[in-house]
Structure formats: C-alpha cells, structure tokens
C-alpha cells in the first residue's frame, strides 16, 4: 500500500495531502463512472470529474447522511461497465488478451461483492454495506501495519482473545482478517457472551491481548477478579462505544489485580468507513492511514471546515475501496480535539462521540440539561456499583401530560449487598448534586443488568425511550 507505521515512513504534510489528491481524483472519476447515486449527484450539480482534484474542491459536493442510503444501498455499490478496462494496470490489461478467464476473475475479485456488514441499528436504521474481496485485502493490510507495535512488544507470540460479537459487522471481522493474517498469532474466538469460558480460556491460554467492547470487557474484568484467575493480559484493544475514562481506569486496576498492569489503547471505525483506526499509544491519538481515507473536521451546525485541533464532527471520502463506495459520509460522531498533523501522521486527538447512537450526548431531563458521558461517568466511580443501566422514559398520566422520569437499575458487589438502602441514597444524592435531578434507583439482579446491557451490539447503558421509534 506505500505506507506503514514504521518510523522510517513517516511523511511530511505536504506529500500525505499530495497522495491524497492523487487517489481522490482516481476514485472521483470511478464513481462518477460507475456509481449510481453519486452520477446522479455530480450530474444534478453539473459537476464533471475534473472539477474535483484536491481536498478543498470537494467541498463542492454535498454531505451523505445515513438518510440518503438507507433503503437505497443497492445505489451505492460501484457496477463496473466495459470502461473499467481503461482504469486497469497494464499488466491486467494484457491479461485480457492472453487469459480472459483469469481477467474475469481479476475484475470479479476487485468488484463483485462478496458479503455485506450491517451497520449496529441502533437507531431502528440498520443498513447493508456491501464488501468485495478488495476490501477485505484492505482490511487486513491496514489491521496488520496498525498493530505492528503490538505484536514486536508482544516478542510475536501474541495470543489473543476475541469478545466483539459473532455477528456481520465490522469490529468482529476486521479483528479476524487482520490479527490472523499474522502467522504467530492464536486465537481463541467465542464472541461476546459465556462469560465464565471467556475468563476460563483466558487463563487456560495465556491470552495476552484482549479485543472487544469497551462495557463488556469492563465486565470480565470484574468477573476475573471475582474468581481470581491469573492474567497474562498485556494490551487491551477496545472499540465500538465510548470509553468513560473512570471505567477505563476500572478495568485496568482490574486486571492489575490478577496479573501485569495492561496498556489500553482504542480503535474508532464504522461499518461504512470499512477500516479502523487505531492509537498507538494510550491517548495518543488514532492514526490515519492516508490511502484508505480522507477526512475531514467540520463544525457541526454549519458544515464549514474547522482548524487542525478543533472540536467538530467527523467526515471521511473513500480512496481506495469498492463495493459500498461513499464520499464526504457525515458519520454524526464528534471528535473532541478534532485532527492534527504530529509526528509524521494525520490524527484523530481525543474522545469520539458517537452522537449516531439512539441517546444524545446531552439531553433534557425534567427540563434539565444532562450530558450521558458524564452521567456514566459518575456512576462507574461509585465503588458500590457492579453493573448499572439508566433509562429514561416519558410517564403518562391524568395530571401530568409528558413526564419525564429517570430510573437507574444497579445491581452492587456482593460485599455491598446489605447496604442497598445506603446505596439508593447515595446514587440519588450523588445524581441530584451533580445534575439537579433526583432519579428512581432500583437495586436488581445482575445477570438482569448484564442481559439488558449486551442485548446489542453496542452496551446499552444509557437508554433513552423518548428517542426510539413506536
């Protein structure tokens, strides 16, 4: 691909924003030609390819939202025609004329789709983005230059654990294309749920790399600690959701317990971004790689560019995919520190919210403004606390149209099971102090809590009904 995360590759600014441009203009004309939805844009917009040759004239085009390609994904798979040949290299080109059979099957394997992975659903909109056997290429090359680092610290004898949900989507199976196209790595693959075997085979193996949602993994932390098995556990890859930065911490003095103190490091992808980025270093910001993508920062109200380093919502264009090809895709997640230049790299610095999600980051409750990211986060410092959910709901009744009402279900360590009254007070003092509300706490069973919680993709902590369709 022409770039890794080696020092020695590490470009200046102007050659990343050089090889950018390059790609855009051979993906630009590509969809043009062989894309249904964007043709139909570029022509409604009297807009030819040419008119599109950097960063900046892509301003030109206009944002695609989840709105414009749910219930059309069919328009959004690049069809290839007769012309693909004048895109071909000119060893495919002869291919032609001496194999026709094996051309075929070269065409087919860049563009013809093989699977598609559905987006999580969480809004009721659950989507198909369709992926070739290219992008799966991608996938692995992009997966494998990101963990480099990973696997020399891990001597390359990594032995992982994956706890992503078997299921079509992205987190599970970038995971299975990239870390097993390593040759040293095991792995043990039982996808999320079956929590005792998951801690069981975490011993039994010796695992010492652990992948998965950042609130299911919380949770075999504690189960680990609970039946005191000894961890090998040296990196923890997480990704999926937001990562409050109190559970973060939870999970590491967790693992510190029972074995070395783990290093914690994020990844930030989407079914329709078709590759992660990942950190390097804890909170040292996801590296772009810039031949999969180019992103953009803009602010959220109006759309414009924002500076290196401002807060704004995440944009990204497509440059070497097929299959589901998408350009200037709005992904509705803010990123707190926006993206810089550093060190050789284009990165994405600071927390990702992802606002695509059914709960808003901040939200009315009784007339109050509650951020959710803070909310979690002071429930994951109540040490009482095992597990929570919080669900917000609208109450109906004949003297009060519309009522808000808060209810936190918790259910608490064993140790603190006799204090529930004291608990109930607590959270409820805690909640009203820090948000002027005072909130329903019930005590309930845990394996209640954790059904309710993992019952989708995505850890479902905050719930908020208001939101969801009827």
């Not at 050089?18 to 590509?30: A, D, F, G, S, T």
Request: hydrophobic letters at 40%; proline letters at 4%.
């Amino acid at each position: 691909m022409g770039w890794s995360s080696n020092k020695e590759d590490k470009m200046k600014l102007k050659d990343i924003e050089k090889l950018q441009n390059k790609k855009l203009r051979r993906m630009v004309k590509l969809v043009y030609d062989f894309h249904p939805y964007y043709r139909r844009v570029f022509k409604s917009l009297g807009i030819k390819p040419d008119d599109i040759r950097t960063k900046e004239d892509l301003r030109k085009l206009p944002f695609t939202k989840k709105s414009d390609w749910v219930g059309k994904e069919k328009e959004f798979i690049l069809k290839p025609t007769k012309k693909i040949f004048w895109y071909l290299g000119f060893k495919d080109k002869m291919l032609y004329f001496f194999d026709k059979k094996k051309f075929f099957e070269r065409i087919k394997w860049e563009f013809l789709p093989a699977t598609f992975f559905a987006t999580s659903g969480r809004t009721g909109n659950s989507a198909a983005c369709f992926y070739t056997r290219y992008d799966f290429e991608r996938i692995k090359e992009t997966t494998l230059e990101a963990l480099q680092p990973i696997i020399k610290s891990l001597n390359y004898k990594q032995r992982i654990q994956i706890t992503f949900p078997y299921a079509p989507h992205l987190a599970f199976w970038h995971t299975i294309f990239g870390w097993l196209a390593e040759p040293n790595t095991f792995a043990t693959i039982l996808g999320a749920g079956r929590s005792n075997l998951q801690i069981e085979m975490m011993q039994k193996f010796k695992i010492n790399a652990l992948i998965g949602m950042p609130s299911y993994i919380s949770y075999l932390s504690q189960l680990a600690v609970e039946n005191k098995i000894e961890s090998n556990v040296k990196y923890i890859i997480l990704a999926g959701e937001y990562l409050p930065d109190n559970m973060r911490e939870r999970i590491r003095e967790n693992f510190s317990k029972i074995g070395p103190e783990p290093k914690i490091l994020q990844g930030y992808g989407s079914t329709e971004s078709k590759a992660a980025v990942f950190e390097r270093e804890e909170r040292g910001g996801y590296i772009i790689n810039p031949n999969l993508h180019l992103w953009e920062v803009v602010d959220p109200k109006t759309g414009e560019p924002v500076n290196f380093g401002e807060r704004g919502i995440l944009v990204f264009t497509h440059l070497d995919f097929r299959g589901s090809v998408f350009l200037r895709y709005w992904t509705n997640d803010i990123i707190e520190k926006g993206m810089i230049y550093e060190d050789g790299y284009l990165k994405l610095i600071g927390d990702i919210y992802r606002e695509s999600d059914i709960v808003p980051v901040e939200t009315k409750v009784k007339g109050t403004l509650i951020n959710t990211l803070s909310l979690e986060n002071l429930l994951n410092s109540i040490k009482e606390i095992k597990e929570y959910q919080v669900v917000i709901s609208r109450k109906e009744s004949k003297k009060h149209f519309g009522l808000d009402e808060m209810i936190i279900k918790v259910s608490l360590h064993e140790r603190y099971l006799r204090m529930r009254e004291k608990v109930v007070k607590k959270v409820q003092e805690l909640i009203k102090d820090y948000f002027e509300i005072t909130p329903k706490v019930k005590i309930v069973p845990f394996e209640k809590i954790v059904n309710d919680v993992f019952e989708k993709l995505k850890g479902m902590h905050v719930v908020d009904l208001r939101f969801l369709k009827k």
